[in-house]
């Protein structure tokens, strides 16, 4: 078949629907990811013929070629990216989100984007939903292989001008690429997530398929069933396939070449060839670049499980991919090819200057908190308000032994515990009886104080930081107290923010040689046993006191507030004294164990914090207690100093 391939065009097609259903949450295609795989190897399969077919006709040029793809990638991109630039402003009310959203442009614009969102968290995290181009890291890879791909082809045909050669290349090339997918995707799956290296395969197998099809097509008996087949195994994914899964991995291997038995049949199909499918196959791109970001706003309003939202987004993608392709993606690329090289160079790196000057200023406005009221503006603070030597004390990497010191000279309490610690512990600081005294940093963000702890988060980092420190403790002085402080709930129920609620199926922490696949009766006596045993051994050498948990907001309540507040709707963030009571009641059940096993002190937060049935979120005026969904700010925390100095006074 040469010209257009109407089976091709079916299935960018099929892969764009299935990545936006996906992201929307429509009809369970909650493997509809596996479409950025697709587009791969349809991508690989044409650069291929594109450079083939011009080496074999002594006619390949690098500048034709590499401008004939910014042609077609740039423009479309660079509109998307200034109205995001743009309209942040009235759009992204938080500064930090806006500041971040300039930043993901201007990468995206450069198409480096997937190496700046694999240092920042994974494609299947929660706070991926955030991100308003986070899309783009799969244009950031196809381009990176653009750049080096037809060097490498060229060079190949240079040496050994013959399919066979070209063939060996590419072969060397996927199972390179292939193997380090399959060992990466497991101990750094981030990276083998966004980066080139592990994600090349998938798009050298299109280029083998066509070398291999140039020189022997499939028989036409064949063709039929192979294409059926193929079309089964791509739905067949769509539907079975989830965020679970280690990806790439080996699951990718059935998408990839499902999609190649599609393509080998080289078979024209009625199915396939439906008016509305060749459409959405030739508005893709725009569908493609578009849907994340209208997504993104439905998420970051919290209106992403409206039926109506999600409706009114669908639509809204529709209407804009549709404009994008026609006013933009088509149009500008034909006026573009009308150019010389040096003149379309220069308008495509003015596109870049301008998304580069926009995200300069946006950030060097740090995101324009002017536009804030006065009001706002104090909500706004919160979102910083936290412990300023957070990165620096935390952990057991640090180069003082005995842990980071808030106060004088002499030692006054321990606070062992994790992020919730590390959140309360200037507020203990000021609590001291008198400035002569210091409160010792015993704290690790996701490490409750549990002994025997193993994780599969942060694998052997918490046993180690837990076992230095219980030994540590032996050596200080039998009077000074320890207090234990963890948001022990996350660890026992799992998350409680509302995006998360449900998401997570296995416990992240287990006290014997393996983790648990679900939270069983087992898995629940092994917490309680373990939080009394702590306490309990604590006690052995010194007073022990525990603070009853934090209530969890189920929004990041600064956000919430500003995000809300700037749309003119209701912004108050309450959680009801029974829901806090009933997620906690496990917790409350071991720490009362504790406390008549082992005489441990309890501080109870909630007469504080919790009034009327609700727990609040802010005081009278507005300001609030926390500086994100679970986390006390230093003014939350600094409410509970009546609390802390209870743990003082007597000597």
Known sequence: MQGFRSDINALRAFAVLAVIAYHFGIFKFQGGFVGVDVFFVISGYLMTAIVVQALQQQRFSFVTFYLARARRIVPALWVLCVFLLAMGALLVPVPQDYVMLAKHVYKAMLFVSNNTFYQESGYFAAHANEKWVLHTWSLSVEWQFYLLYPLVLWAAWRCKPTLR??????????????????????????????????????????????????????????????????????????????????????????????????????????????????????????????HW????????????????????????????????????????????????????????????????????????????TGRLSPYLQMVHASIGNSNPREDECQGNDRKDAAGCQYGGETLGLIVMGDSHAQAVIRATEQALPSKQYHVSDWTMAGCPPLLGLHSTDVKSRCAQHLNKYFELQKTMPRNVPILLVARYSNYIEGPS???????????????????????????????????????????????????????????????????RSWLGLDAQVQLPTREYQQRQQRILHSMAQAQQQCGVKLLDPAPILCHQQVCASSDARGRPYYYDDDHLSVYGAEQLLPLFRTMFAKP
Not at 265 to 288: F, H, M
Not at 318 to 335: C, D, I, K, M, N
Not at 502 to 519: D, I, N, S
């Open 165 to 290: 050669g070209l063939n060996a290349v590419l072969i060397v090339l996927g199972l390179a690429s292939f193997t380090c997918n399959l060992i990466l995707s497991r101990s750094y799956p981030e990276y083998a997530f966004f980066m080139l290296p592990t994600r090349a395969w998938e798009l050298v197998s299109g280029g083998l398929l066509y070398t291999y099809t140039l020189q022997a097509g499939v028989p036409s008996k064949w063709r039929p069933a192979l294409q059926y087949i193929g079309l089964l195994l791509l739905t067949l994914t769509v539907f079975t396939y989830n965020s679970t899964l280690a990806w790439p991995s080996f699951w990718a291997l059935l998408p990839v070449v499902a999609t190649l038995m599609v393509m080998a049949a080289q078979r024209e199909n009625r199915l396939l060839q439906q008016t509305w499918l060749q459409w959405c196959g030739s508005v893709s791109y725009s569908l493609y670049l578009w």
């Open 293 to 368: 970001p209208i997504w993104v706003g439905l998420h970051y309003y919290g209106v992403s499980r409206d039926l109506w939202a999600i409706a009114a987004g669908l639509l809204l993608t529709l209407l804009l991919g549709t404009a994008s392709f026609y006013g933009v993606e088509q149009p500008v690329r034909q006026g573009l090819s009308k150019y010389s090289a040096r003149k379309s160079v220069a308008v495509l790196l003015s596109m870049v200057l301008v998304v580069y000057v926009g995200a300069w200023v946006v950030r060097q406005n740090d995101g324009f």
């Open 497 to 563: 923010e509302w995006d998360l609620q449900g998401q997570e199926q296995a416990p992240e922490v287990y006290f014997g040689q393996q983790p648990y696949a679900q939270r069983t009766p087992a898995f629940y006596h092994e917490m309680d046993a373990a939080v009394v045993r702590t306490a309990c051994e604590l006690a052995r050498y010194r007073p022990v006191y525990m603070l009853k948990p934090i209530p969890e907001m189920t929004v990041d309540v600064p956000k919430y507030v500003l995000k």
